[in-house]
């Protein structure tokens, strides 16, 4: 019997979404985490030297069904060698772009407050919003005094949206974390460019009664751009946390076939409550409200579709669920 | 490490149909039970709470296939809260009309004489004869003088045959058992019609030397209906146990086409045994033989196609397999 | 909790191909073993006798995906009944006429030297060059005095390219093994044919400072034929072992299009070296080289299209990766 842990989450959530006066009630899930199954090691190989593995599957509880129809091992795929050196990493994973503003969501880029709705590829085949396959990532070791780093690189394989260049740096020094990401993902070229570009700042504090968390990015393609401003701040209170966030996105530019996004911006702002019946499992609530002006089209996930033309309706989402992890 | 029970079945069998005139010889399986593999666990939350989860996926044997292409986990994905008060169930699971008569099919609607191949739909999309996608689900604890009962209810999610609503009330005392579950679903409308009903009167009666179980049902649907009567006996035999049922399915009524369904009845005889080699592990057989009237279209699973126009021809079907559970 | 056996294999590599003058450097895998998850177990039933299960699932670890995208458990699901009078095992498994060449094929029909690549099933739609769906296998007992044998069958269920009935006797004493397998697949007729058969000798000698091993085999269906000759050669080397083979496939014969297929012919050349980190990870290397006469097409797997029409380009394969075992 070898030395594997099987882990996992499970997630579901009633979910009800308003997009313009369209509605939809669902029985939903990965509202506080994603529901996953998965299995890691790690094998000590002697003179501080070690091997792992991590597959992750990724699910949704209210229908059994994989999360990403093509990929089993959506979540997490990889092989890493790890010491002193700090940990070479090869298989599908994050982007260090895609943890670079995640963690610094208060809501985990989960539920109906996601802050991942913001997170545009502005049109792109970019296959690298969230992960990338075939990712090859080094990581520095864990004793340089509060610093870390990550650079990953992934090949195209002749495929657009594929091929991947990016880095992360970190500092974290009790109360404070400070991150800056940036990322570029070659893609199907317009108007002469293709590469699709981001950059994100990233912090948070802890005051002991609040910590404040936040990010700003900013996506980049040809004449597009999209900037995203995010500030949550998470109070611990009772048997659990409250957490609320304030998101604006602001995009700019003319597309290819000359559409004007000044007029696609939005914001969100969003609340919510997470009480723990133990550590493993929890009761949670949120409630998000996005308001798009005029051209924008962001929306709750799980929701109805938007009116069509939209002209600035807002998309509105409350959830009620339990999360439960192995 | 945490506290999950990794558990499972295979079955696997040589199936024999002939169809008319028409004959299949295969590798086949879920003769007796249906193979599957499952993860569940529980957490004691403390205050006679617990949290639970369970995982179930299942495939085929003989050909490493899902059973559900669609669905990875397609036999059970839930998440439970239960105590004291009985048991909240959330995800895709059994609905209560279809273990309303399942419990009380003495072949366990698996393998040749499965009684689930005359469990019509009656044409309509209901996509909830044997379990539903977003169930929500109250169970009634344990200890209530042998009374239990189940509610159901599934949310459309704007699909047409997703919404169920559905219930189940049982009383168990000694050598006896009784059901009555009742279940509607929604679906596409015909002739001014949208609700596909289902009600299932169910009932065991254990002698010691045998043991009867059967159950009649009713679906309803617009002008559409199928009653089906199924009587099934169970005797102890040597290191195992005999077999055999006979279930007549009674149509009626005739379809928004025009179509009159009067003919189409069947009934189906059917014998088996099973060999326990452990607890765990069995052999087993079973015949069965399905008798269509002149415009049914029942067929023991596996098979050839039927003859057509079929013109009451005959299905028959053997199996000899091997069950292993873990 | 029952006794069940997780295992599994991770293996990543980064590959370079050049087919003609068309290159593809990808993160690839499966350069060593195939990456693979697996549950089985064995259950004794007393009296010698024991039941057993295999489930084993293939993937990309680069991408997380299943290697067989119709079968998750495509590498094996079979059951078993096992005893002194040897195993009878049910399910999909591999073919005795494959594991007759591959077992000695010293790359182990992995990675860009695959002796895989020669394995033609000569344009017909055989479903069984590597495994059989469906499949009854009986295995001899281990304590024949180093003989051993195997027979299988599988139905067609009426689908060309699926039945299947081959065998293999193998004997080992010592530093000798050897082998011979035959086997026959019915297909979609073509020229009055319907049997694409296949013939494999394969041995091994271990003389301590290097291990001989090598196969011939012949593969024939109407007109056509491919015979493949394979020799290679592994010597424990430092911490490691080095491996090398010469593959040479000879075709002969005409298409029923009337093409004559005598100048497909190929050979290929590969080096490697593994490098044991542990018993359970290793680091390897292996170059490959396929020579293709004018009409040959063979491959390093997971490389660029070669040009067309090919006029006898050459393909070429590298790759350095990383396996590891749990």
Do not use: C
């Amino acid at each position: 019997q070898s030395n594997v842990t099987l882990f996992g989450v499970v997630d579901v959530a009633a979910r009800h979404v308003k997009n313009g006066d369209n509605t939809l009630r669902s029985l939903s899930g990965n509202g506080l985490n994603s529901s996953r199954l998965g299995f890691r090691g790690v094998e000590d190989l002697g003179g501080g030297l070690k091997a792992g593995f991590w597959l992750e599957h990724g699910f949704n509880v209210d229908t059994g069904t994989q999360s990403d129809a093509a990929r089993f091992w959506n979540r997490r795929s990889t092989v890493s060698l790890s010491g002193g050196f700090g940990e070479l990493r090869l298989g599908r994973d994050f982007t260090p772009t895609y943890t670079g503003f995640a963690d610094y969501d208060v809501f985990g880029t989960n539920g109906v407050a996601d802050a991942g709705k913001f997170n545009s590829v502005l049109g792109t085949n970019a296959d690298t919003a969230t992960r990338s396959d075939n990712e090859v990532s080094y990581f520095t070791p864990g004793n340089l005094g509060g610093f870390r780093a990550q650079v990953s690189f992934a090949p195209s394989e002749k495929v657009a949206g594929k091929k991947y260049m990016g880095g992360r740096v970190a500092y974290g020094a009790g109360p404070l974390d400070v991150s800056l990401a940036y990322g570029q993902t070659t893609v199907t070229p317009s108007a002469g460019e293709d590469k699709y570009k981001f950059v994100v700042l990233g912090g948070s504090y802890d005051f002991g009664v609040a910590k404040l968390t936040g990010y700003v990015s900013q996506a980049e393609f040809a004449n597009l751009e999209m900037q995203v401003a995010n500030i949550g701040v998470q109070v611990p209170l009772g048997q659990g946390i409250l957490r609320a966030s304030y998101i604006r996105a602001d995009a700019s530019g003319r597309t290819a076939a000359g559409a004007n996004t000044e007029n696609n911006d939005a914001n969100q702002i969003a609340l919510g409550y997470v009480y723990n019946l133990s550590k493993r499992t929890a009761l949670y609530t949120t409630v998000a409200r996005v308001n798009n002006k005029a051209g924008a089209t962001f929306v709750v996930s799980g929701g109805p579709a938007l009116p069509s033309p939209n002209n600035g309706k807002d998309s509105t989402g409350v959830d009620f669920g339990l999360r439960h992890s192995f």
